[in-house]
């Protein structure tokens, strides 16, 4: 089979399925994701404007949306593209305008919050967040006779586990070979909501619902630097990223944000929109808000280590103290006091919002770290893949945790040729994964193989080959005029 | 004073805490953790069998038949994510030993076709604990 870049992959794993609901959900969502503006440029960062950002149309063309995640697919190919696409549904319900000016965008503008976008958007958001989110229903339970001190007791509890814990994403920072590029990484998934911080926030400020909605907007002036916009907390943030001489813009480093992160940041976008949710937000929001504090302390520590005075901690200075603030005055004045004020019966509600910031918390560190670990140990993957080629059981010891070894088959894991894809120099870019491991080979020219934002990409000549664990996003960027490269699928060894 | 147990629910399926116990009855996708104590004369519900329409349990001592939703009232609070569930004992002593285990649970059976029969006088049935 050959494919171009823009068909990459094109298996279809919906096209058994009976024509329904599904079927025209599948449609919609892949019209909107086939838009011009979805369909990615030459460049591997996107450039200063926040209405371009490349949905892989023809890797979201793979996915089955009639078929709900599962939890043990938060990092998978599945999770990406549908959370690329619902954090662009999102968004396009903010504000966004370039730092730059319109002048050269206005069409952009006009196209991404124009009518035609905008209908598909509200034509299928609810079943796209279904598709995202329904899981946690099973996922996350709370039973049991549920009172204003259970709540305090879960809460403190919770909060003191995180306290306590290690971070998985600092941790894989420490142990890098190039600390530098895995602490960027983690940067990359801060901007996802840094640049953009307090916007789901923002939407649980109108109505009226008394003290606790005072004591909301006091956290959410805090966010926005209290009308000053050098000290709003995007602003901050993006004094960090310069410090680090990455790009300040809303979403240059769209292509290497990963799955967990924004199902992270698109999960308080879910709770925001249906306010018949607004105590599963409150729950989580208070959550976040507690644990951010200690969390920001050990990223400091963290990158003190790796850059000394070079990097500029004012960001996370900011949240280690404020957050303080905001841990106590969501904790007494929004989550007890909404306890207090309507009574047990919103308690589970605001328990699951907890346990739920929580999960989808841990999942952000985790897929954040076997990022880091994989595209700190491609030479070691370079091996792993030669060696799965062969036919030889090999051990994928560290980042994907897997053991893999060469089967031939499809890139899917499932018996069937390798798929093959050519690309042509200046081709549009994208990144993407997969739900199982495969094993990527370049079989003609020359092209780089991009995992990182800010690292070196890994040159590839023919024959190369490097082991993609599940999960893991990369992009292939072509060198030569034309190139080609196979995907072979990699089965676990047990 | 509350306490907060962990529970690996992957491992463990019941708690002892001091002289109570409580088991993880599972019933329409949920998981509770109830009290393992029949209101009549304190058996085993965790061994007691599902009557076929599913709605009540039989303890083993009496045959007594407790509605299932009157079960599940005497749960504990408790939050999961996964298997990984933490439990709310509202007012247990911080002396008072708190020991997950695992352990057969018949309640959580499919219901047998039949009920069963018991001899002696007519099993009791209680809606309420």
């Not at chain 1, 142990?175 to 840094?194: C, E, F, I, K, W």
């Not at chain 1, 093959?420 to 870019?429: I, Q, S, Y």
């Not at chain 2, 030993?97 to 069963?116: D, F, G, K, Q, Y």
Request: aromatic share 8%; hydrophobic share 40%; proline share 6%.
């Amino acid at each position: 089979m050959v494919t171009t870049s823009n068909d990459l992959l094109t298996h279809s794993v919906h096209s058994a399925q009976p024509a329904g609901k599904a079927e025209r959900d599948l449609s919609r969502v892949h019209s909107f994701a086939s838009d011009e503006l979805f369909t990615g440029g030459p460049h591997v960062l996107h450039e200063p404007n926040p209405y371009r950002r490349m949905l892989m149309p023809d890797a979201v063309a793979e996915v089955d949306f009639g078929a709900p995640l599962l939890a043990s697919e938060y990092a998978g190919h599945r999770a990406l593209a549908g959370h690329r696409i619902l954090g662009t549904f999102y968004e396009a319900e903010t504000v966004l305008l370039p730092e730059q000016g319109l002048a050269t965008l206005r069409g952009d503008f006009d196209a991404f919050y124009g009518p035609r976008l905008r209908r598909i958007r509200e034509s299928c958001l609810s079943d796209l967040e279904d598709f995202a989110f329904s899981f946690l229903a099973g996922e996350v339970e709370v039973t049991g006779g549920c009172t204003v001190d259970v709540l305090e007791a879960y809460f403190q509890h919770a909060v003191a586990e995180a306290e306590q814990g290690e971070s998985a994403s600092l941790a894989a920072i420490a142990g890098a070979s190039d600390p530098a590029v895995a602490a960027d990484t983690y940067l990359v998934q801060l901007a996802l909501d840094g640049l953009t911080e307090a916007s789901a926030m923002s939407r649980n400020l109108g109505g009226a619902y008394g003290p606790e909605q005072s004591a909301l907007f006091k956290i959410f002036i805090d966010e926005f630097g209290y009308g000053v916009f050098e000290a709003k907390h995007t602003s901050i943030f993006s004094k960090l990223l310069r410090s680090r001489a990455m790009q300040t813009h809303v979403h240059a480093y769209w292509n290497f944000y990963l799955a967990a992160p924004m199902a992270t940041n698109n999960y308080y976008y879910y709770l925001s929109r249906d306010h018949a949710k607004f105590f599963r937000y409150a729950g989580a929001v208070t959550y976040a808000e507690a644990v951010f504090a200690p969390g920001f302390v050990k990223m400091i520590e963290t990158y003190r280590g790796v850059f000394g005075d070079e990097v500029d901690l004012h960001y996370c200075e900011e949240h280690a103290h404020i957050d303080q603030h905001h841990g106590r005055i969501t904790r007494d004045q929004v989550l007890l006091a909404l306890a207090r004020r309507h009574g047990d019966g919103v308690v589970p509600e605001l328990l699951r919002g907890i346990a739920e910031a929580r999960l989808l918390g841990a999942w952000f560190e985790e897929d954040t770290a076997a990022q880091i670990r994989w595209a700190d140990s491609i030479d070691r993957h370079r091996e792993l893949g030669a060696a799965a080629l062969d036919g030889d059981a090999v051990a994928a010891g560290g980042t994907g945790g897997s053991t893999a070894r060469g089967t031939g088959g499809s890139a899917g894991g499932s018996a069937g040729r390798p798929q093959r894809v050519e690309l042509a120099a200046g081709h549009p870019f994208g990144t993407r994964n997969h739900d199982e491991p495969v094993v990527l080979q370049l079989a003609d020219g020359e092209a780089d193989l991009v995992t990182t934002a800010t690292g070196r990409p890994h040159r590839l000549v023919r024959g190369d080959a490097v082991l993609v664990p599940a999960g893991r996003v990369y992009g292939v960027l072509a060198v030569s005029p034309r190139c080609a490269y196979q995907l072979h699928g990699a089965a676990p060894v047990h | 004073m509350s306490r907060v147990v962990v529970m690996d629910l992957s491992r463990h399926n019941a708690v002892l805490a001091g002289h109570e116990r409580y088991f993880v009855f599972e019933q329409g996708g949920r998981r509770e953790l109830v009290r393992d104590r029949c209101p009549h004369r304190g058996g085993p519900l965790s061994l007691g069998r599902l009557t076929p329409d599913g709605r009540r349990l039989t303890c083993p001592w009496h045959g007594t038949r407790l509605t299932t939703s009157a079960l599940r009232r005497t749960a504990l609070p408790m939050v999961r994510s996964g298997d990984h569930a933490v439990i709310v004992f509202p007012d247990l002593p911080a002396e008072v030993p708190v020991t997950p285990v695992r352990w057969r649970i018949l309640a959580n059976l499919p219901p047998p076709a039949e009920a069963p029969t018991a001899g002696g006088p007519p099993a009791p049935e209680v809606s309420e604990p």
